[in-house]
């Protein structure tokens, strides 16, 4: 038992525990017949300026945990760190034990047959951790990685999945009490610890933050709760206004469809939600898929769902978290022993198509004035997995978990020159940068106001330093990603349109939309002007540039026959007639390609969309790595715009795809490529080494 006393395990309202029990997705409003399945009141998502964060515990990380280090000390266990510090070592450590075995979409449609199975390059990148020594106990936090820890300040999604939380599981009045338009804000019992549920390896204590309960599921009945932004959203974080546009339409389907979203899951999230559950012995996780704006429906996915997606059977999990776990211990062992006795830094990756894992170790406090360079220790891991005494491959290993497996291990350390490692420690990191595409309509002077000006919590706003060398001008296939907003903001105005003045049917609930009515208008309201102390100066930046960015957009798509405006809330207002009322204006030809005019992707470049942002993103760390520091000082030009030479066989068609989708569908129009061109030029530094 934990030390601390800690608040209940939250359960989930307004009716979703029926998501827990309905296999599939399960749609917020019936596409077809428009009918609710759910209180409307889930339907628009609270703005993040008007939830007050400071009234919630903040996150507490495994340094700071108190408990954590006692129950550590308590056990005798010599290392402690929860879910968030360790998923990205363990991710690793199966990418290696298994040879990189590619994921399993075979319970997908045809649409997703021929798109890629591998883990993304987020999924990739490398961990990056800190061992905080204390009397014989290493603490492990996550460091962040190449971005600065607080770059989580600036994020819209962090913030949004916080609310989230806690809109899914309270009562409207009670989630009223967190808002800031609130007259009876939340008492003193919000600043309690969370709940946590710690376990124990042969060296490990691990905690794990505990979401939400529901006594009638298998074992604990404890679940996570998982909010997952839409696909533009998380390709184009910054420019998460003109995204929110996107929405999902279909059950399947390569694009605007849940099918799509659990396809990237699958690729993207899987893997951790996996590790996560096992170690907080959850039963699985409950998903709200949204888009910053509205929520679309939601999903509940038990961890043997997980686990045959993961490894091709739904047994292997247990094996495969309890080997990474092993290999964790031995690796940090090691490390340890190279630098006894005080905190470290860690960073690990495996990277694509290599056979070793490379763990970099360095003192995490060091004086290089008195002491000179700071010493970088390179270990590489590699393993071997065995069935049945016989040798086999990693992959092959993890599907026949349910045999004898022994994984045998050996881990080196490098004798390369210092200059050598530190050269593979800088490559490391650079390839866990990815690049960040300015907004629409701004510009790299521009993007440092904005940047300034992002402040979710603005009751206490945090300064990050803004580093201009991590945003870029959009390349194609981001644009093809801003158009498929475009074309959603024109879906769903229209099914507006055709829906005012109709009642809005809530399945099981009468008069359900009339008795929120109030209550969502209280949750939305302007709270700005109470903000005294948030840098308004900052704001009205932010705000000038999205209402202009808003302004271009809407005029590149405009569709012949139809008009509208949007306000604050990227919400449709009805045009005002002659007698004043509203009048409806139809399509000229409602969402077929030619009704979508300059907002129309070819099927074409959709199906090749994920192999077009990999490589945008590729060629830029791979630019970075090619580039020596006297070509980088002389360098007068964007780095993305230099012409690299191909490296994989669909080069030739994704340049193809994007040539054609330039000339075809006008995504580079003349006049901002040149202001593009302008600004890079102009404004761009060079990378650092």
């Known amino acids: 038992m934990p030390p601390s006393p800690q608040s209940p395990i939250a359960t989930l309202a307004h009716g979703l525990e029926r998501v827990l029990f309905n296999p599939g997705v399960q749609w917020l409003q019936d596409p077809r017949s428009q009918v609710y399945s759910f209180t409307a009141w889930l339907e628009k998502i609270v703005p993040v300026k008007n939830f007050a964060f400071e009234r919630l515990p903040s996150f507490l990380p495994s340094s700071r945990d108190q408990d954590l280090y006692a129950v550590a000390q308590r056990e005798g266990r010599k290392y402690a760190g929860s879910t968030s510090s360790l998923t990205g070592l363990l991710k690793h450590l ?78 409207p009045n009670d989630f009223l009490r967190l808002t800031r338009s609130s007259g009876n804000p939340a008492v003193a019992e919000e600043h309690k610890r969370e709940a946590y549920r710690y376990a124990k390896s042969d060296k490990f204590v691990l905690r794990s933050q505990l979401d939400c309960f529901d006594h009638r599921l298998p074992g604990t009945g404890v679940f996570d ?95 495969v978290f309890e080997k990474c776990l092993l290999l964790l211990e031995t690796v940090l062992e090691e490390a340890t022993r190279e630098l006894p006795h005080q905190s470290i830094h860690l960073t690990v990756e495996k990277a694509l198509r290599e056979n070793t894992l490379k763990v970099f170790v ?97 009751v206490a706003p945090v300064e990050v330093p803004f580093k201009a060398e991590l945003f870029y001008p959009p390349p194609t296939s981001v644009k093809v990603l801003r158009r498929l907003s475009h074309k959603g903001r024109d879906y769903l105005e229209h ?69 509208t405006t949007i306000d604050a809330d990227n919400q449709p207002s009805p045009i005002k007639g002659p007698t004043g009322r509203p009048q409806v204006r139809s399509f000229a030809t409602p969402f077929t390609e030619a009704g979508y005019g300059d907002n129309f992707v070819p099927k074409t470049t959709l199906r090749h969309l994920d192999e077009m942002l990999s490589e945008d993103q590729r060629r830029i760390v791979e630019d970075q790595d090619v580039l020596s520091a006297e070509a980088r000082s002389r360098l007068t030009c964007p780095i993305h715009r230099r012409p690299v030479a191909a490296h994989s066989k669909s080069d030739h068609l994704i340049k193809e795809l994007k040539k054609n989708l330039r000339g075809v569908n006008k995504i580079d129009r003349p006049e901002r490529v040149a202001q593009e061109n302008s600004e890079g030029t102009e404004h761009r530094q060079p990378l650092p080494v």
Not at 234 to 258: A, C, K, M, P, V
Not at 374 to 385: A, M, N
């Open 94 to 171: 199966y990418f290696l034990i298994s040879d990189d075995k590619p994921v399993n979409t075979s319970n997908l449609s045809d649409s997703f047959r021929t798109q890629p199975q591998t883990f993304t390059p987020g999924q990739r990148a490398a961990a990056f951790v800190t061992l905080n020594y204390r009397d014989g106990v290493y603490l492990i936090d996550s460091a962040g990685g190449a971005f600065p820890a607080e770059i989580s300040q600036k994020n819209v999604l962090t913030w949004t999945g916080t609310l989230l939380e806690k809109f899914l599981t309270r009562s």
């Open 225 to 319: 709760i998982k909010t997952r932004a839409v696909l533009t959203i998380r390709h184009d974080l910054f420019n998460f206004e003109e995204n929110s546009g996107y929405q999902i339409r279909t059950t399947q389907g390569l694009i605007e469809s849940f099918e799509r979203e659990y396809y990237d899951l699958i690729r993207s999230a899987f893997l951790k939600y996996s590790f996560q559950a096992r170690i907080g012995n959850m039963d699985g996780v409950f998903v709200a898929f949204h888009n910053t704006k509205r929520i679309f429906g939601f999903q509940y996915i038990p961890l043997s769902e997980m686990d045959a997606r993961l490894f091709g059977e739904s047994a292997a999990g247990d094996a």
């Open 362 to 458: 360095e003192p995490a406090e060091w004086d290089e004035e008195q002491n000179g360079s700071k010493p970088i220790i390179q270990l590489d891991v590699s393993t071997k997995s065995y069935i049945r005494e016989m040798a086999t491959s990693g992959s092959n290993a993890v599907e026949r978990s349910n045999l004898p497996w022994a994984v045998h291990w050996s881990v080196s350390k490098s004798a390369l020159d210092p200059h050598l490692l530190r050269d593979n420690l800088a490559t490391t990191r650079r390839r866990a940068v990815f690049p960040l595409w300015l907004p629409s309509g701004v510009g790299i002077r521009e993007m440092e106001k904005v940047w300034h000006g992002l402040q979710f919590n603005p």
């Open 495 to 563: 099914t507006i349109r055709m829906l005012e003045g109709k009642p809005k049917p809530v399945l099981g609930i009468p008069n359900d939309a009339q008795e929120v009515a109030q209550l969502v208008a209280l949750a939305h309201s302007d709270t700005s002007r109470k903000l005294s102390s948030a840098p308004s100066e900052g704001r009205r930046q932010v705000r000038s540039n999205v209402e202009a960015a808003n302004q271009r957009a809407s005029q590149r798509a405009v569709v012949p026959g139809r008009s």
